[in-house]
């Protein structure tokens, strides 16, 4: 090996001042298999988009540090450059015409092509497609995976593996293919799916193709790489030969943070099981929840944690009934019905959503209306009677209550009149905690709660969580992609993997552990 | 000064320029002798003949579904009321009463199967409303010659069958909310008591309405649905209540304008109500998702102010007819002026 196929060095990138790369440099030599790891947002994907001359990069600044490819710098200024000099990517979401058949596919734009006296009239673009020139790239290109697909199903028709092997197979189609890029390539795949790949990815390798494997299951990236490269935000900070390195290793380095663990005193106050959650499935789009089980004490500030898109967001969207559900639910003992908002929240549940602008706020409206308008409905508070005959809005009673709650949670207004788009995020997140708070719920979910808000605000929002939970006894489950914050004020934390549990765990348990059950290692963990 | 700013911003440049080209019209009226106290009188008649109509919208605002174009479903079901009624041979006051109890029936039942069709379609109700409108009237235009009407009064002269195009109220009810005891008169100007009346109790009605929990229910489902429906409120239902509510009021909007204007017309009359009536809602300050009794009010009081106005005073100045034309250009105008501003209201 006398000189690598790419360097990247001193890689740095801002986006609107917030540096999400930073002095990033590593190399790739012919035919290796480069594992590159990291939490969401850990800068993954802005590296990749760096490599690929995606126009967004130029767009926001542009980058520093170089890219040099055999030893010369590029400069890729769109994505078709970068295939031209031979790099190849796999996204995470299929880019297949369904219609068409994996021939077609691979060959898409790179058709064999014969010609005909059209051509002389019109040039080129008359040609007609050289079917059997095609079927046989399209072979060629399956073969080198080693893996067996017929070059003319549908890919509609195909089951997913098979759509992943022939997004694989255009890239490595392209007689120059260098490097490939295979982003996430096994998250859709079954076990003995993604066994055959990471076998065609080292059959790959040995043909001289470089492979980056970015992938958060860690078992895979130490199986198949040469090299681990680890991202922590936005910075390299471990680049080693995979070879002896544990899994448990990796974890540790992914999301080791040196945090310190405020030791306030978390004790429980009864021990009894207040909510139990059975073999829940949820069908939410990108967050899909398989089977998960789990019980919450009461008085306990549960925490769930995962990655992104492992279904962490189904759990409470589903039991709220948001997002078609089916599985038991039981508070206190009694049945839950599930697919029903209103009955649930009748039950004693309440519900603050990660997607505050979406389903958290009425963003034309009044703070009062927001804070008083689900009490209103489900509680029936908040209206006067007029003769017993009907009863109208009491904008009196929910003035006051806004009026308390903006002086408790010391939401930022310049009144109860203003209207909820004007708040800050942060402030708006505290408005979304009023309106949760005035159902007096007996169990409160709250899904990420400082996604989006400045730290002061943070500091706010989780203290006041803290708070509900000791002074009223609230239980409280609260779902967060940030772990330390989870390891901050819950009592019990549960990972979830793949649309279930992972495993629980104390607050007070190691991070590796944590990082551990985040990658899709210990599948057989089961509830704790 | 910043009052006036503040004041300018809040009313909104299109209500001020419609405001001060109506008092030049009214400032100007005596100048080219047009007398002004009739003026005042047909003004207020034709508020009072047209504002339910357009308090009819504003349940369908709130709620969600954009400006009801198919205000003809509500209409038919009025001209079913008042026709089953003359049928019967109620007349006057007891006639009126009646017919508006049909209509509730009956615009119940069309707004159910109208909520239901909308509901499939959200996010698409302006367009799909209009040509569910258009439908209706044409449906209609086929039953009015099928239904067994039989009073000579309402049937074609010489077949016996099939309705007139247009039917005289003068022996049922016609004015009966315009002209009775309630009717004051200060000089030249009549003011018809009765039927303002009539319009504030409706427009009462929808005030108290919007209050309660369903009224505000309808609201956040318009503002947010996935706000009210996190929150157990039922979407669809809102919608549909929302619906019924604006078929009923399109319903008595279009007796009152009946009774008003003395004649029942059919067939395709309906066909073009619903804009006059939008447009009206829009120049007092709605907008597309947002409409208050306010904006009802002050928009039809202007409208039809213009309406009345423009005509007889442009016409007596240029000597032409050109009352169609200014109505047309104004009501069309305001519609395309306020579906661009789509988010923007006026309090």
């Not at chain 1, 002896?244 to 663990?261: C, H, L, P, Q």
């Not at chain 1, 489950?477 to 819950?490: G, K, N, P």
Request: net charge neutral.
């Amino acid at each position: 090996m006398s000189e690598p196929l790419l360097s990247l060095k001193n890689i740095s990138k801002e986006f609107y001042g917030n540096r999400v790369l930073e002095d990033v440099s590593f190399t790739i030599n012919k035919g290796e298999i480069i594992g590159l790891v990291g939490e969401n947002g850990a800068g993954k994907t802005t590296l990749m988009r760096i490599l690929f001359g995606m126009p967004v990069i130029a767009e926001t600044g542009g980058f520093g540090g170089t890219i040099e490819l055999e030893g010369t710098p590029v400069v890729f200024t769109s994505p078709f450059d970068a295939l031209d000099a031979g790099i190849g990517m796999v996204h995470q979401e299929f880019s297949l015409i369904p219609g068409f058949t994996a021939t077609e596919n691979i060959t898409l734009n790179r058709e064999s092509l014969k010609r005909n006296f059209m051509c002389d009239i019109f040039g080129e673009r008359m040609s007609i497609l050289d079917r059997a020139a095609m079927h046989n790239r399209a072979q060629a290109a399956i073969e080198r995976l080693g893996v067996k697909i017929d070059p003319e199903t549908l890919v509609s028709e195909m089951p997913v593996g098979h759509k992943q092997f022939t997004e694989i197979a255009r890239e490595i189609d392209r007689k120059q293919v260098k490097l490939l890029v295979l982003d996430e390539p096994t998250a859709v795949l079954t076990e003995s799916e993604a066994e055959i790949l990471l076998a065609s990815i080292r059959n790959l390798a040995v043909q001289g193709i470089s492979v980056i494997f970015i992938s958060h299951r860690l078992a895979e990236v130490t199986s198949v790489a040469d090299k681990i490269v680890v991202l922590r935000d936005g910075k390299v900070v471990k680049e080693t030969p995979a070879k002896n390195v544990t899994i448990r290793d990796v974890a540790g380095w992914m999301v080791g943070r040196d945090v310190k663990i405020e030791s306030h005193e978390r004790t429980l106050v009864e021990n009894r099981v207040y909510l139990s959650v059975q073999n829940l499935w949820v069908d939410m789009p990108g967050e899909t929840v398989r089977s998960v089980s789990f019980d919450v004490n009461k008085g306990e500030i549960f925490g769930i944690g995962g990655l992104a898109g492992q279904g962490k967001l189904g759990i409470p969207n589903g039991i709220m009934g948001l997002f078609p559900a089916g599985g038991k639910v039981l508070l206190d003992d009694k049945e839950l019905p599930l697919n029903n908002a209103r009955a649930v929240l009748e039950a004693g549940l309440a519900f603050v959503s990660e997607d505050r602008r979406g389903v958290g706020l009425l963003l034309d409206e009044s703070l009062d209306w927001n804070i008083a308008f689900t009490a209103m409905q489900i509680k029936n508070q908040f209206l006067t009677s007029i003769l017993n005959l009907f009863s109208l809005r009491d904008a009196k009673g929910m003035t006051k209550l806004a009026q308390e709650y903006i002086q408790a949670l010391e939401i930022r207004c310049t009144g109860v009149k203003q209207k909820a788009k004007e708040l800050s995020g942060g402030n708006q997140q505290k408005v979304c905690l009023a309106k949760a708070f005035a159902l007096e719920p007996k169990l409160l979910f709250v899904s990420e709660p400082t996604r989006g808000i400045d730290v002061g605000a943070k500091t706010i929002v989780l203290d006041t969580l803290r708070r509900y939970n000791k002074e009223y006894g609230m239980t409280i489950v609260m779902v967060s992609s940030e772990l330390e914050e989870l390891r901050a004020i819950c009592h019990r934390i549960a990972i979830v993997d793949e649309g279930r549990i992972a495993g629980i765990l104390p607050y007070s348990a190691a991070i590796e552990e944590f990082g551990y059950l985040m990658s899709g290692s210990a599948k057989e963990g089961g509830a704790a | 000064m910043k009052w006036l700013k503040d004041f300018i911003t809040d009313f909104g440049w299109p209500r001020i320029i419609i405001a001060l080209f109506l008092m030049a019209l009214f400032i100007a009226a005596p100048f080219v002798g047009v007398k002004l106290g009739p003026s005042f009188t047909d003004v207020f008649n034709r508020f009072g003949q047209n504002a339910v109509m357009v308090l009819a919208l504003v349940p369908m605002v709130q709620a969600g579904c954009g400006l009801n174009f198919g205000l003809p479903v509500g209409i038919v079901a009025g001209l079913l009321g008042a026709l089953i009624t003359m049928q019967i041979g109620l007349t006057g006051f007891t006639g009126f009463v009646v017919s508006i109890v049909f209509t509730v029936f009956f615009g119940s039942l069309f707004g159910w199967f109208y909520a239901a069709l909308l509901n499939r379609v959200k996010g698409e109700e302006m367009t799909i409303s209009m040509y569910i409108g258009f439908s209706i009237v044409m449906l209609f235009s086929i039953l009015w010659l099928v239904l067994p009407f039989t009073k000579p009064t309402l049937v074609m002269g010489y077949a016996g069958e099939g309705l007139r195009r247009s039917i005289s109220l003068e022996n049922y009810w016609r004015h009966v909310l315009n002209d009775n005891a309630l009717t004051i008169q200060i000089g030249s100007v009549i003011f018809p008591t009765g039927l303002i009346l009539f319009v504030a109790l409706c427009a009462f009605f929808m005030f108290i309405f919007m209050r309660t929990k369903t009224g505000t229910a309808m609201t956040a489902v318009g503002s947010n649905p996935d706000y009210a429906r996190a929150s157990g409120v039922s979407i669809n239902k809102m919608r549909t209540s929302a619906t019924i509510i604006s078929t009923i009021f399109g319903g008595i909007g279009i007796l009152v304008y009946q009774q008003s204007f003395g004649f029942v017309q059919v067939y395709d009359a309906p066909l073009f109500m619903a804009f006059p009536a939008i447009s009206a809602l829009l120049i007092g300050g709605a907008s597309v998702n947002k409409a208050s009794i306010v904006n009802v009010i002050i928009g039809t009081l202007l409208f039809q102010g213009m309406l009345t106005m423009t005509p007889s005073v442009i016409n007596s100045m240029l000597q032409t007819d050109m009352s169609e034309v200014i109505r047309i250009i104004v009501s069309n105008g305001m519609i395309i002026y306020a579906l661009t501003r789509k988010t923007k209201v006026a309090k």
